[in-house]
DNA sequence: ACCTGAACACCGTTCAAGT
DNA sequence: ACCTGAACACCGTTCAAGT
């Protein structure tokens, strides 16, 4: 029955919402934020732009669109096994790297105009479950929660948009160094503070230093 | 001496990088973000859109100015009497309320191309000192500092980003209800938690549930 | 030195016309 | 039902020309 003549003159398969949402995740991931055209788009699911807006509604969508996708498989390793503490951090690394691999979707995480529940408060309910586990009392779990979340994409946010700074030339390490360089050369009446802990820049992991805030937030939430 | 004809055919004083930015934010803060255009500033300021660019270089230099304008009269007050917790609880108001006046600053402290030291440092240097007095050990300053700096941060800017959201329509609490309601339809399967809080936003109030998570982490950097 | 405003290249979005 | 691509209104930025 498959005798069908398909000849191979590379047809696409038709344009989907899924398509175009996939295709934006990859412009956004290499070209960067405003790179995201519609005609980029188009050219690289080759039609024309207005091709696009009949499958999504236009430019806002489909940014809330590529947002929800990369959270959503961000968010979706779940491992049941775990304590609340590990399991907490485990989530809150998966969004941190999310963020890092994703820069651009820090920024539209919080202008998302998300059909169901917003990828945020996904986020929110897995927090809020191993808050539960740990035992927080039931008047503090709002808190508890919303802390964690406000923490790890208040950081998830400032990093990647620092990764999307640094980026193109050197290395992870030689940008830090720069930075302690620079620190250390500030005003030392005005910035006594940040001239002295620049030197633990120098030996500063991203992801550590993130995962000791959450470590710090925790202590605070048992503490309690 | 002041027998200078001053005719009174509004003549504007001349045009100033200072002048300029006050107008990009005062534009800011009425059409919120993209309605920030050049030939709107120039209108404002009863000129061409061209005359703007000999005293900025461009968008992105007037939005970091416009942001680290308020960044610097938002961390401008300074009570030497306070002690460290309340300094900090205070600096953590001041940057919560501007992000709520400013809605826009959120998104571009990020991504700001700051001359000098960014506004980002600014606010983390303040928090340092106090962290400092504290009494906090030397090798955990800096994660104690970060982790309140990115708390606050996470916090305003997705606080202001609901902002923009909910303003035109109904108040605050009304706008809470909405949320608690929808909360309370979710799937109770995979929405057990936001469920369960969901009353909790009844009675929720931001610059309280603010606060608390800062207590909730000074207390995480006390106890260790 | 500073301002003017037309012009350029480019963008999101629309829509009549096609299949 | 779905795609095409020209057209519209608008944007950031440049620049020759003015004062």
Redesign the pocket.
Known sequence: MATRTRRSERRQE??SRERIVAAAVEILDTVDEGG?????LAERL??????I???VT???ELLAAATDAVVTTAISADDADATPQDAIRALALGVFDAFDAHPWVGANLARTPSPSPSPKLRIFERIGRQVQALGVPEATLFTAASTLLNYILGVAGQNAANTRKARPGANRTEFLDATAAAWEELDPGRYAFTRDVAGQLREHDDREEFLAGIDLILGGITAG
């Open positions: 038709p344009l995201l055209t519609f005609r980029a080759s039609t024309g732009p207005g091709a807006y009949w499958h236009g430019k806002a």
